[in-house]
């Protein structure tokens, strides 16, 4: 079935350090690849998403392109901020499986 | 982007009693899912709600745990029955809302502790 591997955390930065949290996925055909963010005792806010090999998906800084030849969709951001401290979660979305499938979630701790 | 909410946020409940959350989207929407966050994990979907139609349970989730109703379009209800220690999480309801039936937004949550 389909599934989402994260990197392990959790991930402590320095503030304007340079963020990448990896993601590789497996699916049955060509999913839909999503990252969403959790803040300190929040729900699941979609940070940003692409549909199609070679997408950019982009949202408040942060960045992932939709990689089919490594099947990844890495999340960066080029300068994290303490606001940025959260839990994210990678996500596929394939026609096979019609559901929501998450990675285990990255833990990121900014420190200022 | 949809507007969901949750009731109740939080609750505190004695073992052997049963919860029941409510999730409310602000436009009509097909389909809703319920999930659960145990401390620490990711999200593992319990069950998706069609409205008019039995809820569709994943492996491991069973409907006398954990009945759903779906009485309209916009708002469903996830009963967490005979609560145990084990069942303390996070239940997060989602909906994919708009054009785009794989993007989906969540709820803010509802924390439960049982005791």
């Known amino acids: 079935g389909d599934s989402v591997t994260q990197m392990e955390g959790p991930v402590t930065l320095s503030e304007e350090a340079f963020l990448t949290i990896n993601c590789t996925y497996t699916?049955?055909?060509?999913?839909?690849l999503f990252w969403y963010v959790q803040y300190p005792g929040e729900g699941l806010q979609l940070l940003l998403k692409a549909t199609k090999a070679d997408d950019k998906g982009s949202n408040k800084g942060f960045e992932a392109t939709y990689r089919k030849e490594t099947t990844s969709f890495h999340l960066e951001k080029g300068s994290v901020q303490v606001s940025d401290s959260a839990v994210y979660f990678c996500?596929?979305?394939?026609?096979?499986?019609?559901?929501?499938?998450f990675g285990q979630g990255t833990r990121l701790t900014i420190n200022p | 982007s949809a507007v969901i909410s949750q009731k109740p946020s939080r609750d505190i409940c004695q073992r052997g009693t049963s919860l029941t959350i409510q999730c409310q989207v602000d436009?009509?929407?097909?389909?809703m899912f319920w999930y659960r966050q145990q401390p620490g994990q990711s999200l593992t979907l319990i069950a998706t709600a069609n409205q008019g139609s039995e809820a569709t349970y994943e492996s491991g989730f069973v409907i006398d745990k954990f009945p759903i109703s779906r009485p309209n379009l916009t708002f469903s209800t996830l009963t967490v029955s005979n609560m145990s220690p084990e069942d303390s999480s996070i239940y997060l309801c989602?909906?994919?809302?708009?054009?785009?039936?794989?993007?989906?937004?969540f709820g803010p949550g509802t924390r439960l502790l049982v005791l």
């Open positions: 699916a049955t055909g060509y999913p839909s």
């Open positions: 996500a596929s979305f394939s026609g096979g499986a019609q559901k929501l499938v």
């Open positions: 436009s009509q929407v097909t389909m």
């Open positions: 989602s909906a994919p809302v708009g054009d785009s039936q794989e993007t989906q937004y």
